[in-house]
């Protein structure tokens, strides 16, 4: 895609939504970050359904502890891999506790030496938390970025590259939310709804879906 392209698809992705935001709910960025574990292989809204319970009583590592696995396992047990999940969020607690005073660092090399936090998640706590320029790579922004051509590439790893150099300075913080938020609800995986995009004609994406009838 061309870079006037490029920053044409943006503008008019915020224009459509000029405030875009995560919509994982969380109080505080220790909770941010628990949740955005919490959603690996499961949907925002079912993680948002299983910590608005949880987040009353939980808020520091510390209390995420004094809960233990077993009871943390309780309020998230209606989410994907939530045993492992369970393990993971206990885990990495401890180590903000132990090595970072309870506190979530603000460093992508130490947020992704935490157990269970990878380049993604990282890149969503940096964004979201501290509003730095990353570009978390999810299903929705992998799908988007290839089927319009924005950031075509193979790997989430190729995509992430392509979106940090092509992404002008405007859209920067937002482009991920954008991205994440066209993908779920316009470019859809199983039928994207083409006929209300506000990109169509940008995107290369050629067997354009039409209205239902």
């Known amino acids: 895609m061309r870079k006037a392209d490029i920053a044409e698809f943006y503008r008019r992705l915020s224009e459509r939504n000029p405030r875009p935001e995560t919509e994982l709910?969380?109080?505080?960025?220790?909770?941010?970050?628990?949740?955005?574990?919490?959603?690996?292989?499961?949907?925002?809204?079912g993680v948002n359904r299983a910590t608005r319970h949880l987040f009353r009583e939980v808020a520091t590592p510390q209390q995420m502890l004094a809960l233990g696995e077993d009871g943390l396992k309780h309020h998230i047990r209606t989410i994907g891999l939530f045993n492992m999940k369970a393990k993971n969020v206990i885990a990495l607690s401890r180590v903000l506790v132990d090595k970072f005073g309870g506190e979530?660092?603000?460093?992508?090399?130490?947020?992704?030496?935490?157990?269970?936090?990878?380049?993604?998640?990282?890149?969503?706590?940096l964004n979201v938390a501290f509003g730095e320029e990353t570009f978390a790579v999810d299903t929705h922004v992998?799908?988007?970025?290839?089927?319009?051509?924005?950031?075509?590439?193979?790997?989430?790893?190729?995509?992430?590259?392509?979106?940090?150099?092509?992404?002008?300075?405007?859209?920067?913080?937002?482009?991920?939310?954008?991205?994440?938020?066209?993908?779920?609800?316009?470019?859809?995986a199983r039928r994207p709804e083409c006929w209300r995009c506000v990109v169509a004609d940008l995107c290369r994406y050629v067997p354009k879906t039409m209205p239902p009838t």
Do not use: W
Request: charged fraction near 20%.
């Open 104 to 125: 979530v660092p603000r460093n992508r090399d130490a947020l992704q030496s935490l157990p269970g936090v990878g380049r993604k998640t990282a890149n969503v706590v």
């Open 142 to 188: 992998f799908r988007v970025s290839n089927r319009t051509g924005l950031a075509p590439g193979p790997t989430v790893e190729k995509v992430e590259t392509i979106l940090e150099r092509q992404t002008p300075a405007p859209y920067r913080v937002t482009a991920h939310h954008l991205l994440i938020l066209h993908g779920r609800y316009v470019c859809k």
């Open 25 to 45: 709910e969380a109080g505080n960025t220790y909770q941010l970050l628990v949740a955005v574990v919490l959603s690996a292989q499961a949907t925002d809204a």
